[in-house]
C-alpha cells in the first residue's frame, strides 16, 4: 500500500515541491502557517492540515520545508509538532536548510519516540524545485534514506546519501559557501568589465565558455545583466545559511574567511532594505562602492 505523505512549508520551494509530489500520484496532506498556500493545493488533490502534529497524524512520511533552524526546530519538536502526532515506525524528513547540531539532536529525539528522521536539503532553487531537477543531499540511516528515495526522485535529479545524522546539512552548507562566493566573484568581474568599458553580457559569454564557467553565470547570468533581482534565492536565507556555515566553522575548527566577508556583504544589503531581493543582488553593492556610484 502507498505510502501517505506530509508536506509542511509551501513557499517558493515547498510549494512547486509538493506540487511534483502530487503530480506524481503521491497522495499527500499538506500545511503552511498561511493556510491559503495550502489550500491552493486541493485543486490538485491535496488535503489541508490545521497543524504540523495533524500533518504527521495522516501521514507515514512527513516532509518539512521551512525558513530555518529556529522554525524546523518548532515545526518538528514544538508545541503541535511533527513529533506529537507522529506514529512509531513513521518518517520525518527535513528538507529545509538548518543547522548540523540540530539535525543530529532532532534525529536522536525522534528514535527515541520510534520515529526515523532523515536532514535532506537541497540545492538549485526555485528552477529546480518547479521542474525537479535539484541536488538532494541527505544525512541519517541508510534504511531511511531508501524509504525515502522515491519521493526523493520525484523532486531532484541527483539524490546522494551522503552520511550519518546532520551529514546532509553540513554539506549544504558547503554548498551554500560555493555559491555565495561564486556569485560574489562573478558580480565582481561584470562591476569590472563595465568599469572598463566592456559590454558584461559578452563578459557572460565569454566567462560561460572557458575554465571559469559555473551553474551562477547559466542561473543567475540573466538576472545580473538585466538587473531583476525578484528573488530565487532571498539575500536574508542566504545570510542565514553563510551564519550556519560560520557557526559549522567555528564547531569543527575551520577557518573560512571569505565565508564570513561574504555574509557580512549580504548583512550590509539587509541594511539597504534588500532583504528579499534575489541574492545575486551583490551586484548592486559592489556597484554602488566603485567609483563614480552605480551603474
Not at 491559503?36 to 520545508?65: C, F, H
Not at 547540531?101 to 540545492?123: C, F, I, K, Q, Y
Not at 543531499?137 to 546522494?160: C, I, K, N, S, W
Request: with cysteine; proline share 4%; glycine share 14%.
Amino acid at each position: 500500500m502507498p505510502e501517505r505523505v506530509g508536506f509542511a512549508g509551501l513557499g517558493i520551494m515547498g510549494a512547486a515541491m509538493a506540487g511534483n509530489l502530487l503530480e506524481a500520484g503521491h497522495d499527500l496532506v499538506v500545511h503552511n502557517r498561511t493556510r491559503i498556500k495550502a489550500e491552493q493545493l486541493t485543486q490538485y488533490g491535496a488535503l489541508v492540515a490545521d497543524s504540523p502534529r495533524e500533518v504527521a497524524e495522516l501521514s507515514d512520511i512527513s516532509i518539512t520545508m521551512l525558513p530555518g533552524p529556529s522554525e524546523v526546530e518548532e515545526v518538528v519538536a514544538g508545541e503541535g509538532g511533527l513529533l506529537e502526532g507522529a506514529k512509531e515506525g513513521s518518517l520525518i524528513v527535513d528538507m529545509s536548510t538548518s543547522s548540523p547540531p540540530l539535525a543530529r539532536e532532532l534525529a536522536r529525539t525522534a528514535r527515541e519516540r520510534g520515529v526515523g528522521m532523515l536532514d535532506a536539503p537541497v540545492s538549485g532553487g526555485d528552477v529546480g524545485a518547479r521542474n525537479g531537477t535539484l541536488s538532494i543531499m541527505v544525512g541519517g540511516e541508510e534504511d531511511d534514506f531508501e524509504r525515502a528515495r522515491p519521493l526523493f526522485e520525484v523532486m531532484g535529479e541527483t539524490v546522494v546519501h551522503v552520511g550519518g545524522d546532520g551529514a546532509g546539512q553540513v554539506v549544504k552548507v558547503c554548498n551554500q559557501i560555493v555559491v555565495a562566493l561564486l556569485i560574489e566573484a562573478v558580480a565582481e568581474a561584470l562591476v569590472l568589465a563595465s568599469k572598463a568599458g566592456v559590454a558584461p553580457d559578452r563578459v557572460v559569454g565569454m566567462l560561460s565558455g572557458g575554465l571559469a564557467a559555473n551553474k551562477i553565470l547559466e542561473v543567475k547570468g540573466e538576472k545580473l545583466l538585466s538587473h531583476d533581482f525578484i528573488p530565487g534565492g532571498k539575500v536574508e536565507y542566504h545570510r542565514k545559511d553563510l551564519g550556519i556555515a560560520l557557526a559549522a566553522g567555528r564547531e569543527y575548527g575551520a577557518a573560512l574567511p571569505v565565508t564570513a566577508l561574504v555574509e557580512q556583504m549580504f548583512g550590509a544589503l539587509v541594511a539597504k532594505g534588500r532583504s528579499d531581493w534575489d541574492h545575486s543582488a551583490l551586484l548592486t553593492l559592489l556597484e554602488e562602492g566603485s567609483v563614480d556610484g552605480a551603474r
